[in-house]
């Protein structure tokens, strides 16, 4: 016997009579994006699977298992919770709710069942009598001077919240953030004591401390400013580096300048 499938493995994705096969493959790469696996699409416009994989690359997974229905009732037949996906809202009063909100009722649903997400035709949307059919309306707060959302941008939005709550539960886990190649340990209070000292007198050799700029108090906001920041010895070193080679570079001009003094006052 299968074991029921839960989390967002228990989320199927339909798509009511959809007009265009490029939203249809958005969807389709929106669900690969966000961990999404089950799409069943009732009456579609246009269903060509070679474009659909074009579009939509490394979805042949998904495209090869989607299910056909003659009708939204019959898509939605074995589902324990359906919410309606809109862009605005009705006048009729129905159970009226937002994509973050309703995310994580619909994960835990899926524990008693299969759950399923509905996307109403591109033009039209859903008819009260789609709606009729599921137990929830969700709207996407948007700009009341441009409400309309494509069918990708609008699924896009809940697959995201659908993710974002599957992460909260643990259910699953995003890619983690890049890490540099060469990680280092946290600077000690050395390390930065020493980069302290070489940005100091890199910048008294520079003469910034001139006028009314105070060394006490340009340090004090140095180091409260890079404390912010959490430095590793990595880091803290090439602050160090910063202030020796800027000291060297001084160094050098005024070496340079001397030796240039010196052939002038020579006699010839």
Wanted: with cysteine.
């Amino acid at each position: 016997m299968t074991a029921p499938r839960t989390g967002l493995d228990g989320v199927v994705v339909v798509l009511y009579q959809p007009q265009n096969l490029i939203n249809v493959a958005a969807v389709i790469r929106a669900m690969k994006n966000m961990g999404l696996s089950r799409l069943r699409c009732v009456q579609p416009a246009e269903w060509d699977p070679w474009r659909i994989e074009g579009i939509a690359h490394r979805s042949h997974d998904i495209v090869a298992s989607t299910e056909m229905f003659e009708s939204l009732e019959e898509a939605v037949g074995d589902c324990v919770r359906v919410v309606a996906a809109s862009g605005r809202s009705r006048m009729g009063n129905r159970n009226y709710t937002r994509p973050h909100e309703v995310a994580p009722r619909l994960l835990r649903a899926t524990e008693d069942g299969p759950v399923a997400l509905v996307f109403g035709r591109e033009d039209q949307g859903l008819a009260n009598e789609q709606l009729d059919l599921c137990d929830a309306v969700a709207v996407i707060p948007t700009s009341p001077s441009y409400t309309s959302l494509n069918l990708a941008q609008a699924f896009l939005v809940f697959a995201y919240e659908l993710f974002r709550a599957a992460q909260a539960s643990g259910v699953t886990e995003a890619e983690a953030f890049p890490v540099g190649r060469r990680p280092s340990e946290a600077a000690t209070r050395e390390d930065l004591e020493r980069a302290f000292g070489a940005l100091e007198e890199a910048m008294h050799r520079i003469r910034f401390f001139k006028g009314t700029r105070s060394p006490e108090s340009v340090l004090r906001t140095l180091r409260t400013v890079l404390a912010r920041t959490e430095l590793d010895r990595r880091e803290a070193n090439l602050f160090a580096a910063l202030g020796f080679e800027t000291r060297h570079f001084v160094d050098r001009l005024e070496a340079a300048s001397r030796d240039e003094e010196t052939k002038e006052s020579a006699p010839g």
